[in-house]
């Protein structure tokens, strides 16, 4: 039965993609990946398995080439194609590999999605509070019109992912243009977990 409605909210949500986009769709579809994200986590019995896990799910509801333009800001149109296919790779592993970090398995945080806005057509910020391992955060979700609704950046307590790194890799542009900003993409996914 739950897997009836999982497959039916998903096609549901893969044919709103295509009208008029609403918040409530959005908002939808971020359930939808959480629910996901969070069942691939229960199935995976340690911390050193779980990013490889988490990728596939993730990847489906993560716009990682969005967030990577956006990180690498005004410098990204001086890379070559093959740069930037090289910095999606790398940024998107950093990004895996920093998110599923943060699970331990078998541990849920408790989520109240709170309503959805709409600060630009084909956009949708989804408000949460979130309760993990006794700790409350602040964490607004992003979403972008993409083929279909997919998160764009994540705000946690204030503080854009995106808005982070673009700080840092602005500063390696400025020292070295792309590959400067690859050599230190390269050098954080580089680094032992």
């Known amino acids: 039965m739950i897997s009836r409605i999982l ?6 949500c ?11 769709e959005a908002q ?7 629910n996901e994200v969070l069942g691939v986590a229960d199935r995976v019995a340690n911390r050193a398995t779980m990013a490889e896990s988490l990728r596939p ?13 956006r990180a690498v800001g005004l410098g990204w149109k001086t890379f070559t194609s093959a740069q930037q296919k090289q910095a999606v790779q790398l940024f998107t592993t950093l990004i895996i590999r920093s998110y599923s970090g943060k699970f331990t398995p078998g ?11 709409t600060p630009a057509a084909g956009r949708v910020d989804v408000p949460t509070s979130m309760v993990y391992k006794g700790s409350r955060y602040s964490v607004t979700y992003r ?33 070295g243009g792309a590959e400067a900003v690859l ?10 977990q």
């Open 7 to 12: 497959l039916t909210t998903l096609i549901t």
């Open 14 to 24: 893969s044919f709103a993609a295509g009208l008029a986009a609403s918040p409530e």
């Open 28 to 34: 939808q579809r971020l359930k939808t990946a959480v």
């Open 57 to 69: 799910t993730l990847q489906k509801h993560i716009s990682f080439e969005t967030m990577t333009r």
């Open 107 to 117: 541990e849920h945080p408790v989520i109240n999605y709170q309503k959805a806005q």
């Open 143 to 175: 979403m972008e019109q993409e083929s279909g609704w997919r998160i764009a950046d994540v705000v946690i307590e204030g503080v854009s992912l995106v808005a982070n790194y673009r700080s840092q890799l602005d500063a390696q542009y400025k020292k």
């Open 183 to 192: 050599g230190s993409l390269s050098q954080s996914v580089s680094r032992p």
